[in-house]
């Protein structure tokens, strides 16, 4: 059978589930055909939520195999990312020709935030000739935000956003109100003083809030890390972290 003309692909970011579904996104996915998802491992819990967001539109999730990438602190980051968003453009691209028709990529939170499939549709948009769109989600640092009722800044002030990975050099760089994605395994020493903010798997059933100064709060931080994580079988995690204001 003829595979159907390609059409747009869509970018739509969805926050964490079914219940940040806006109705922006609703009307895109309502005008796709299918979903393409990465399978990241054999037993992805993620894969689930992605389902249950495509479910109410009748849309079928077509699972790729996620390619392998060095995430052990490779020589060359930016070249091991760079070959990994290479292969998944091949691999996506390959479905897109087999089955035509118009597909939709699922992004937790918002796509303009730690997300690299907007670079990678970009590319494949431009490989295949078609058109893309992007439709925003509910970001992590809102319902952290939210779910703390507090403001991610000073009155006036800057905020900084990183990854753990980023977050000795933020704060080395006189950074002193910094929202961290992804802040697993990082060391908060030095910042025993901090104000911290931290969720895990917000916007879920599984959902972890701490908050305090660090030196009080990052054992129970641990805790609620690893009751996450045993809960869902995965952990998302980020804070907000704010140095003490200046006597």
Not at 29 to 47: E, F, G, N, P, T
């Amino acid at each position: 059978m003829t595979p159907a003309p390609l059409g747009p692909i869509r970018i739509v970011g969805f926050g964490m589930g079914p219940q940040h579904v806006t109705p922006e996104a609703a009307a895109a996915l309502a005008a796709s055909d299918y979903v393409i998802a990465a399978r990241k491992s054999d037993d992805d819990a993620l894969l689930a939520i992605r389902e249950a967001v495509a479910a109410p539109f009748g849309l079928e999730v077509v699972e790729v195999r996620d390619p392998e990438r060095d995430r052990n602190n490779p020589a060359d980051y930016p070249q091991a990312v760079k070959a990994w968003h290479a292969a998944r453009i091949a691999a996506y691209a390959a479905v897109l020709r087999e089955r035509g028709g118009s597909a939709a990529f699922l992004v937790w939170g918002d796509p303009s935030l730690y997300d690299s499939v907007v670079r990678i549709v970009t590319a494949l948009a431009r490989e295949l000739g078609v058109d893309f769109e992007v439709v925003p989600g509910v970001s992590a640092p809102q319902l952290l935000a939210a779910r703390h009722k507090i403001v991610l800044h000073r009155v006036g002030g800057p905020v900084h956003i990183t990854t753990g990975r980023h977050l000795a050099e933020a704060v080395a760089s006189g950074q002193t109100n910094i929202v961290i994605m992804l802040l697993s395994a990082v060391e908060l020493t030095g910042l025993e003083d901090w104000q911290v903010w931290w969720g895990a798997n917000l916007g879920t059933p599984t959902e972890e809030l701490v908050a305090g100064t660090v030196a009080d709060v990052e054992p129970a931080i641990q805790a609620a890390r690893a009751r996450a994580k045993d809960a869902a079988g995965w952990v998302m995690d980020l804070a907000l972290l704010r140095a003490p204001e200046a006597q």
